[in-house]
């Protein structure tokens, strides 16, 4: 288990409108985001992504994954809560031939995924994945686990290392300083858990994940 940022080669966005977010939240508004529905990928800014849509940013993230984990022709990747699946689908270009799938609780975003993907995504929970034990060679699960609580995100953990022990990556939100993470503390809409990194890791040691992961840091 080790920390490593296979997100690098992702653009920085820019900066994220911290006051603005915290002055709109309400109750109401992470009600709604909690569906993950259209509003939280699709609506204003202030219920999530405020447009989620393919830009292609994920394709040299999809070639860094598949060289990570060596993966070739017939491999079985997972994507736990994929979305509309667009690292799915940059990772079947990366490496023809690769068997990827994702899994994702929004019905919504299933239904408005990326054609190249039909058929490949199945709607689901990140604790109780429909596959036998071992039957990836990687699994992946980025931003999604710090939605559930505590007990739950170790569930989950246990799912991902069931499926490809030590094959695993994870990102999560977490913060370094107490500046960051007031400012997350601002920022979250959706996140049930989350604690600074070493509180993850031990976490992650808790639940016997022995995979490799790193964090999303708002700063």
């Known amino acids: 288990?080790?920390?490593?940022d296979l997100l690098r080669s992702l653009p920085k966005g820019g900066k994220r409108n911290v006051k603005a977010r915290a002055t709109d939240k309400s109750d109401e508004i992470i009600r709604i985001s909690k569906e993950y529905g259209e509003l939280y990928f699709d609506g204003p800014r202030e219920y999530g992504?405020?447009?989620?849509?393919?830009?292609?940013?994920?394709q040299p993230v999809a070639r860094d994954i598949v060289d990570h984990f060596g993966l070739r022709p017939g491999s079985r990747i997972l994507d736990v809560g994929c979305a509309k699946g667009f690292l799915v689908k940059d990772l079947l270009a990366a490496c023809p031939g690769l068997e990827a799938f994702g899994i994702d609780i929004s019905e919504y975003a299933l239904m408005n995924c990326e054609p190249e993907v039909i058929g490949r995504l199945h709607l689901?929970?990140?604790?109780k994945l429909p596959f036998p034990d071992g039957s990836f060679d990687a699994v992946i699960c980025l931003n999604t686990l710090h939605n559930l609580p505590r007990e739950r995100c170790i569930v989950?953990?246990?799912?991902?290392?069931?499926?490809?022990?030590?094959k695993g990556f994870i990102t999560v939100d977490s913060y370094r300083t107490e500046e960051q993470r007031a400012l997350f503390v601002e920022w979250v809409l959706t996140a049930e858990f989350h604690d600074f990194t070493d509180g993850w890791v031990s976490l992650f040691d808790e639940a016997g994940y022995t995979g490799d992961y790193n964090w999303t840091i708002i700063e």
């Open 1 to 4: 288990m080790a920390e490593l």
């Open 49 to 58: 992504y405020g447009g989620y849509r393919y830009d292609g940013r994920w």
């Open 124 to 127: 689901g929970t990140a604790e």
């Open 156 to 166: 989950a953990l246990r799912e991902v290392e069931r499926l490809a022990p030590g």
